[in-house]
């Protein structure tokens, strides 16, 4: 599952780079950032930096800078398309995050660097994690939030499936090669308000740029964020892909 979620975000910037695009994203069109929405029970002081992690390189690393007491060494996450062996950074706390390891280099070199949300439809979204990127990037952010930082519109997968509100492309903007992931997700109670059509043209496994009106009026927000190492794909392979995720995009 990790090794495709990188592919899917190396592709998507050959897509971006492939495309002479003629159009012009209006920002002023999308939901003006809401200082107050993404608003982090974390003061400053307490913030922890994703990219940091990923500079340990390996399992030394991780223990000398963070305690060999907060590395749980190996742990099995479950998710819709199997089981996957993980290592998990102060497990059980709020700064809990998950460490994937590059293929064939278990302890050896981290690949990425995943930290949730654990939202709900019946629970506070206000985050309580430290964790955040560089970029400015962390969970509990609204979409129209990070267009703003990442300085135009992207192109996102259809919500609700195991690979639903991921980023496909930056389309260009300040975040792309950065090497970094988010995942949308709607934890409103009624669609945000949107039809049943409208909820289900932003749905399924299909591609759009978040220009889409009802991803726009829907505004949902980040609950994973990922750092990660560029993964090696061959030229041949890029292509094939590149090919396949053009098939899935709705038209602007």
């Given at each position: 599952m990790k090794k495709l979620f990188y592919?899917?975000?190396?592709?998507?910037?050959?897509?971006?780079?492939?495309?002479?695009?003629?159009?012009?994203?209006?920002?002023?069109?999308?939901?003006?950032?809401?200082?107050?929405?993404?608003a982090n029970k974390i003061s400053k002081s307490e913030i922890m930096y994703l990219e940091d992690v990923l500079q340990c390189v390996d399992l030394k690393g991780l223990e000398k800078k963070y305690g060999a007491?907060?590395?749980?060494?190996?742990?099995?996450?479950?998710?819709?398309?199997?089981?996957?062996?993980?290592?998990?950074?102060?497990?059980g706390t709020a700064k809990e995050i998950e460490i994937y390891w590059?293929?064939?280099?278990?302890?050896?070199?981290?690949?990425?660097?995943?930290?949730?949300?654990?939202?709900?439809?019946?629970?506070?979204?206000t985050p309580s994690s430290p964790w955040e990127s560089k970029e400015g990037l962390r969970l509990g952010m609204k979409m129209s939030e990070v267009i703003a930082l990442n300085g135009k519109t992207f192109t996102i997968t259809g919500l609700g499936w195991d690979l639903g509100g991921n980023v496909v492309s930056w389309e260009g903007g300040k975040m792309a090669n950065k090497n970094i992931s988010i995942r949308f997700n709607d934890y409103s109670n009624n669609m945000g308000g949107l039809s049943e059509k409208d909820y289900s043209s932003i749905s399924g496994d299909r591609e759009f740029d978040t220009q889409h009106p009802a991803i726009i009026k829907l505004n949902p927000i980040v609950d994973e964020l990922s750092v990660y190492l560029k993964p090696d794909i061959s030229p041949e392979l890029g292509q094939k892909m590149t090919k396949e995720v053009e098939k899935k995009q709705i038209p602007r």
């Open positions: 592919s899917l975000a190396f592709v998507g910037m050959l897509v971006a780079c492939s495309e002479k695009k003629n159009t012009t994203e209006n920002l002023d069109s999308i939901n003006a950032v809401q200082s107050d929405s993404s007491e907060n590395v749980k060494k190996d742990t099995t996450v479950t998710t819709g398309e199997g089981d996957f062996k993980t290592t998990m950074l102060f497990p590059k293929d064939g280099e278990d302890y050896k070199k981290i690949q990425d660097v995943l930290v949730k949300g654990g939202f709900s439809r019946t629970s506070d979204a």
